[in-house]
């Protein structure tokens, strides 16, 4: 590593499933779209455009709740091999600028600059790129954060969207974070998040003040990631393609429990599914709702 550290970028495609769906069909462009596994009023939100979410929709939510504040919402129901599709494409597409490529999700990337950034000019124009390529190529919209590691790389990318890019310079992780709400941190939400605001955290700096030590007392080994992460530490390699990873995580909080298996079964899904050959996802399908069934049991 140099003496600035490494160069991570985080690629997270903006509304990925209808982004999709318009450039499949046009005609949906600058209207507000939903993509729900079951497109029934009972189903949730998968994925909805920024005209959806100006009305207050977002992911996760019942689809029911989303139509009263939307009702002009155009509702679509998932298209798993289109998404996996495009997901590949936009993944060949990054290994032209690096090999060091880590397929975090189907619509999330890690791509690893390090030593390559003279050749664009600085980390930022070389997101620049990135992002025009996928936009020109794909007209897929996307927002990048680039850091020097891969937890503050996809802290940031969120505050890029949509379709923007921040940077946090080496050295500046820390401060970077401090004032930012602690659902900020991945790994923090739903439950953890109560917790910590019990123990009177609501800001990054919060958690940083609590200590290691109360964090471990309260939540055992997370409370040392919890901690590192409110630190601006984390995991600067990328689990390339090839190599086994350490872990894998994707995450959605809903606004309301889900009973219904086929739904919870179509959520699993979409969590576990890798941006895979498109005709591999056919080929796999059975396999892959097997085992959303197994974790249902």
Not at 71 to 86: E, G, M, R
Not at 150 to 160: G, N
Request: with cysteine; aromatic share 6%.
């Amino acid at each position: 590593m140099s003496k600035k550290g490494k160069t991570i970028l985080h690629i997270d495609l903006d509304c990925f499933f209808v982004s999709v769906e318009r450039v499949l069909n046009p005609a949906l462009c600058s209207k507000p779209v939903i993509v729900s596994g079951k497109p029934e009023k009972r189903g949730v939100v998968s994925s909805a455009s920024y005209e959806a979410r100006a009305c207050g929709v977002k992911n996760g939510m019942p689809l029911a709740k989303a139509l009263k504040l939307c009702p002009d919402v155009i509702v679509l129901p998932i298209n798993k091999t289109a998404y996996a599709h495009f997901s590949e494409q936009v993944f060949n597409l990054l290994r032209r600028f690096s090999p060091l490529v880590e397929e975090a999700s189907i619509d999330e990337a890690y791509i690893d600059l390090t030593g390559m950034v003279e050749r664009y000019g600085s980390a930022r124009k070389a997101g620049e790129i990135i992002q025009r390529e996928i936009k020109t190529r794909l007209a897929l919209p996307c927002s990048i954060g680039i850091g020097s590691n891969k937890l503050i790389a996809k802290i940031v990318s969120k505050l890029a969207k949509p379709e923007g890019i921040v940077e946090v310079p080496f050295g500046a992780e820390k401060e970077f974070i401090a004032e930012l709400p602690i659902n900020i941190l991945p790994g923090v939400g739903g439950k953890t998040e109560e917790r910590l605001r019990l123990l009177g955290a609501k800001k990054v700096k919060h958690i940083v003040s609590l200590g290691q030590d109360l964090l471990i007392t309260h939540f055992g080994k997370l409370g040392i990631y919890i901690y590192r992460s409110a630190l601006g530490k984390g995991e600067s390699k990328l689990n390339i393609e090839g190599e086994p990873p350490k872990s894998l995580s994707k995450e959605i909080t809903f606004d309301q429990d889900i009973f219904d298996p086929e739904e919870k079964e179509q959520w699993i899904y979409l969590l576990i599914l890798k941006p895979v050959s498109y005709t591999h996802l056919r080929a796999h399908e059975t396999s892959l709702h097997l085992v959303c069934r197994l974790l249902l049991e």
